[in-house]
């Protein structure tokens, strides 16, 4: 036996005993119970991060100790296309030999991302494989094979059919930048000082952070309990503008604030959404919206001589001219307002009208608040079952248009003729005059059917065994991006929900507790770790001491402290492998190691308390195993059989965390079968 533990020598040749004992592939068993876990896809296009590491870690604790309990266990891994995410990327790539998406063809850009794409996520998989990830490779699904997307070209037809889905020329938020729109939950929020331009309108001044709109003003509006203003609501009433004079109403509507301004508000309906929701309760009373952005953020023709410019620079002219004309009576510096920005980019993103698919989604949202109250879907921790409830109580109509190539392409088609649409479950209509709509859909919309359209496309019978999964376990940032689609797209496709339980965990900070991110500079790659301290020890230090929904702190000297365990575990195998004291059994010691520090590993990873389990093997080991009883074996008080039995319980129990090291002094202590497949040592009657 080495002297010294190498991971290096171990861990992939252990990987592939395991991989090809086909222990990863349950095996079906009728009168058990399984317990499934479908991973939560990575990123095809990127390379595991440190987060991806924790999550792996978390799972497969359960699925490692489940698997040794006795239970059909299937942890279905998969990959993730990310549609925005991956062609953002690809991008920027391009940006760096100079190229833009804009020299492509769509067919031949998607080809170039599919191409990148599958060299990448070659390399996401054996990331996993190096993790210890015990998946079952034989199952793993892409969100792009043919038959998940038949599956979701059939869940928008079916939507469609059940009148769920309609085409509704609503305001997006819109990136001019990356030339998408976005939905609202994928808007991140800034705050930003701005000027506060005071503009002569008829006999009023307005106060408005956005001059260059003003093309598009349809009416004025004030508070209806106004006493200033009156006398002029229901009115219309003459302006000076910079392209001539023209007319406008004013009308009252609560949504104004006196206190804002001067207490008067132009009403811009294609540019802002709390006055695209005022045109829709004033529809009779104003002329139709005006749009005077377009999707490349410059103004358009109704913009006259400023047709053409950009957003900034239009701001810019239109102040000067305003002043020139008298009609600007000050501008204000450092007004603080929220703006919405894109999360890729941070470009401001613009409201602008556009069409799209949305889906209706409150009978949607109605069976999955009632899933969650009757606890058909329970969280774990319940503070998420609270964020769950507010997001699906708050959810508006979901837009699943994307304006991207890579994804899956929406299958309605367009009448050049009529204008007429057809939605068909992805076969073009007959006839030339149909035209793709050239829109993709949003990536939350056909990885919301994960869990049921993996399980419909894996083995036969997949499906009615395993479905609905045990646990889901992403991070709790994106419970409202895909948990709670999940549940909402599970129960309309399924009629049952798609997993009984919700673990989510937390995200990884660095030991300052500043989250991880490659701009901040504090980035710990979990593959560096994994070849330098090997995985183990990689493992044990994402998940020792956390509850599994807190966010934990990490740094490399951690990772190196379970490096030194790992060395503790391997020594105590040397000592106990080669000592024999031929002595009677000690009574109580056995109790201690067979039954009862078993079953308090075994309560605590019943209820998912991972963290604390790893603690009491990381102090069991260290401090009661290798300090006390080998110094008592020595002493004779122990026998050397019980002692190595003992050791072979905490193998068992350390398996799940630390699988590759325990696996390797399982066999150097003689054993012969995969401690991987070994039975866990107390099943508990809770
Ligand atoms: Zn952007």
């Known amino acids: 036996m080495d002297t010294k533990y190498d991971h290096k020598l171990y861990e992939d040749k252990i990987y592939k005993e395991w991989e090809q004992s086909g222990a990863f592939s349950p095996v079906v068993d009728k009168k058990k119970k399984p317990f499934t876990i479908i991973m939560p896809p990575p990123n095809a296009s990127d390379p595991l991060h440190i987060g991806h590491a924790r999550e792996v870690s978390t799972q497969d604790i359960l699925i490692r100790f489940h698997r040794m309990t006795g239970d059909p266990t299937l942890w279905l891994p998969g990959a993730d296309h990310a549609g925005i995410e991956t062609q953002f990327i690809f991008e920027k790539k391009l940006r760096e030999k100079g190229k833009s998406r804009f020299d492509f063809d769509r067919e031949t850009l998607y080809q170039m991302i599919w191409d990148d794409v599958q060299k990448n996520k070659g390399t996401m998989e054996s990331q996993l494989r190096r993790l210890g990830a015990s ?205 919405g920005v894109c999360y890729r980019c941070k470009t401001i993103l613009e409201p602008i009208p556009s069409e799209q698919w949305y889906i209706n989604v409150k009978p949607l949202t109605t069976k999955a608040l009632k899933s969650i109250k009757d606890e058909k879907v329970k969280f774990v921790a319940k503070k998420y079952e609270k964020i769950a409830i507010h997001w699906l109580k708050n959810l508006k109509d979901w837009n699943i248009s994307r304006q991207i190539v890579w994804g899956i392409r929406i299958p309605a088609w367009k009448n050049k003729e009529t204008g007429e649409w057809v939605i068909t479950d992805g076969k073009a209509p007959k006839g030339a005059v149909w035209e793709q709509d050239t829109d993709t859909f949003d990536t939350w919309f056909s990885s919301g059917q994960w869990p049921f359209a993996t399980l419909q496309t894996t083995k036969k019978g997949d499906f009615e065994y395993f479905y609905p999964t045990s646990v889901m376990d992403p991070s709790y940032d994106i419970l409202p991006f895909w948990v709670i689609r999940m549940v909402m797209l599970g129960l309309y496709r399924t009629n049952k929900v798609p997993f009984a339980n919700v673990l989510l965990h937390g995200l990884v900070r660095d030991k300052n507790g500043v989250k991880i991110s490659k701009s901040k500079g504090n980035v710990i790659d979990p593959i560096d770790m994994a070849d330098k301290y090997g995985a183990d020890a990689l493992r044990i230090a994402l998940v020792r001491g956390v509850q599994v929904e807190s966010d934990n702190s990490l740094s490399e000297e951690n990772i190196k402290g379970q490096r030194n365990f790992s060395n503790k575990i391997w020594n105590a195998g040397r000592f106990v492998k080669d000592f024999d004291n031929r002595v009677d059994d000690n009574k109580e010691f056995n109790d201690y190691y067979q039954k009862e520090f078993p079953k308090k590993i075994t309560l605590l990873l019943e209820k998912y308390k991972i963290g604390l389990a790893a603690e009491e093997l990381y102090n069991t080991f260290w401090h009661k195993f290798c300090d006390i009883e080998i110094e008592r074996a020595k002493k004779d008080e122990i026998s050397s059989k019980q002692l190595k039995e003992a050791l072979m319980v905490l193998l068992k129990l350390l398996h799940p965390f630390m699988p590759f090291i325990t696996e390797a002094l399982w066999h150097e202590l003689g054993n012969k079968d995969l401690l991987l497949t070994s039975k866990w040592p107390s099943i508990s009657n809770v």
């Open 135 to 339: 998946c079952d490779w034989s199952r793993n699904k892409f969100t792009l094979d043919p038959d998940i997307v038949k599956i979701v070209y059939q869940t928008f037809k079916n939507l469609y059919d059940d009148k769920l889905i309609y085409r509704g020329k609503r305001l997006v938020n819109y990136c001019t930048k990356c030339g998408t729109g976005y939905s609202e939950l994928e808007v991140e929020h800034i705050d930003q000082e701005a000027k506060l331009y005071y503009i002569k309108y008829g006999p009023f001044v307005l106060a408005t952070t956005r001059p260059e709109t003003k093309f598009a003003d349809t009416a004025l509006a004030v508070h209806p309990n106004d006493k200033r203003y009156k006398k002029y609501v229901g009115q219309e009433i003459e302006v000076e503008g910079l392209l001539g004079n023209f007319k406008l109403k004013v009308i009252s509507d609560t949504y104004v604030d006196p206190k804002f301004g001067t207490g008067v508000v132009k009403i811009t309906p294609y540019h802002d959404f709390n006055d695209f929701e005022v045109w829709e309760r004033h529809k009779n009373e104003m002329p139709e919206p005006k749009q005077v952005i377009d999707k490349t953020g410059r103004l358009t023709e109704i913009a006259g001589k400023y047709a053409g410019v950009k957003i900034k620079a239009a701001r810019e002219i239109i102040e000067n001219d305003l002043k020139e004309m008298g009609l600007l009576e000050k501008v204000t510096q450092n007004y603080l307002h929220n703006v």
